[in-house]
Structures are given as structure tokens and as C-alpha cells.
């Protein structure tokens, strides 16, 4: 006779692989929607003059980009599970459109390269994340607490226009978003593990919220990589 506590373990460890799956399904989901709208977007000088030769939309579109993750990491436990999917995916095609500038600032090799290096680091730490039984939520305060400071220091350098500086923050930020990806993918298989198994919506709501963790670190650490490793077209 089967032990139960086997079962119920078998039985937890299949609700958060099924939940994981959908994250990282969604994820790249919105990795590739953004991949194709910054293509696009910089294929075509007509849209991308009507985006960056006008500062209003260009705000607007940042603004939006803020409130749109404010909106799904603060609400998305009362929308229905399309709605989050589309407010996710919206997130990602704006995200693609401004994104689009690399293009123009660096060269397409050095894009490519970057964007190699971060799919491979953020393999990696996602793994570990996943498999590591030590405990990484001190890890987590600590690399929030990286995260403030790398913001003061980003809006500090619109001032100081440091070189110097430049490359520390970005050294710094490659390094608290490889360790974000591990904290995070490990909160997210914790929720997994205590998903409710008969609420598919809940379900799919956490794992649009996971899907957005995970991409705002894959973004953050290839923007990273390309202002260390990128060079520009100069």
C-alpha cells in the first residue's frame, strides 16, 4: 500500500511543476512578442520616428510600462485570468517598442551576443534556484536592498555622466539580476508547491505574476550585459 505522505508529496511536487511550466511558458511568450515588436518597430523609421521624435509619446509609453506592472503585481488577484494574460502581453509589446532603440545605439552582433550570454546565465541560476535546498530569501532582502541603490545610482549618473560609474552599475546589475533570477524562481516554485489544485484561475493568475518576475529579470540582466559587453556604433 502506497505511504500517503509519498502521495501528497507526489501530488505537490506535480501542481508546481505544472505551475512552473506555465510561467516560463508565458514568459516566453512575452520574451518572443517583445523580440518581434522591437524588430519592427526598428524596421520601420516611420513608426520610430512617431515614438522617439516625440517626447509625449515616448513618456506616455514609459508611464504606461510602469503602470501596467503596477497594475498586474498589485491587482491581478482580482482580474480574470484573460485579463492578466492580455494586460501581460500588452506589457510586453510596449516593452518591445521602446526597446527598440538598441538598435540604433548598438550594433545587431553585440545585441545578439548579449542576448545569448543572459539566455545562458538566466538558465543557470534558474536551475539553481530551482534544485538549491538552501534557503535564499536573506539573499532576496539583500539584492532588493542592491536594487534601491542601483536606481539612486542610474538617476545620479544622468548628472554625472560617469564612464567609471556607468560600468559599476553595470557590473552591479548583472550581478543582483543573476541572483534575482535564482531568488525568484525559488519563491516561485515555493508558491507552486502550495498552489490550490482544483482553482485553474489562480493558477494561471500566479503564473502570469511569475511569468512578469521572471521577464522583468531576463530584460533587466540582457540590458545589463548589453551596457557592459555591447559597445555602440561609434
Not at 139 to 153: E, Y
Not at 186 to 203: C, S, V, Y
Request: hydrophobic share 55%; glycine share 8%.
Amino acid at each position: 500500500m502506497p505511504n500517503t505522505s509519498t502521495v501528497a508529496q507526489s501530488g505537490v511536487r506535480s501542481v508546481a511543476s505544472v505551475f512552473m511550466r506555465q510561467v516560463y511558458q508565458w514568459m516566453t511568450a512575452g520574451l518572443a512578442l517583445t523580440t518581434v515588436v522591437a524588430f519592427a518597430v526598428a524596421g520601420s523609421p516611420a513608426i520610430q520616428q512617431a515614438i522617439f521624435g516625440n517626447t509625449l509619446v515616448l513618456i506616455l509609453m514609459v508611464v504606461a510600462q510602469f503602470g501596467l506592472v503596477i497594475a498586474l503585481s498589485a491587482a491581478v488577484h482580482k482580474m480574470s485570468a484573460s485579463t492578466a494574460t492580455g494586460l501581460f502581453l500588452l506589457y510586453s509589446a510596449v516593452t518591445g517598442a521602446t526597446l527598440s532603440s538598441i538598435f540604433v545605439v548598438y550594433p545587431v552582433a553585440s545585441i545578439a551576443n548579449a542576448f545569448l550570454v543572459t539566455t545562458g546565465t538566466f538558465l543557470a541560476m534558474s536551475v539553481y534556484g530551482t534544485v538549491t535546498r538552501r534557503d535564499l530569501t536573506a539573499m532576496g532582502s539583500f539584492l532588493f536592498m542592491g536594487l534601491v541603490g542601483l536606481l539612486i545610482a542610474m538617476v545620479v549618473n544622468i548628472f554625472l555622466q560617469s564612464s567609471m560609474m556607468d560600468f559599476i552599475i553595470s557590473c552591479l546589475g548583472v550581478l543582483i539580476f543573476t541572483g534575482l533570477t535564482a531568488y525568484d524562481t525559488q519563491k516561485l516554485r515555493q508558491f507552486g508547491e502550495n498552489a490550490p489544485l482544483d482553482d485553474g484561475t489562480a493558477i494561471r493568475r500566479g503564473a502570469i505574476l511569475g511569468a512578469l518576475t521572471l521577464y522583468l529579470d531576463f530584460i533587466n540582466l540582457f540590458l545589463m550585459m548589453l551596457r557592459l559587453f555591447g559597445g555602440n556604433r561609434d
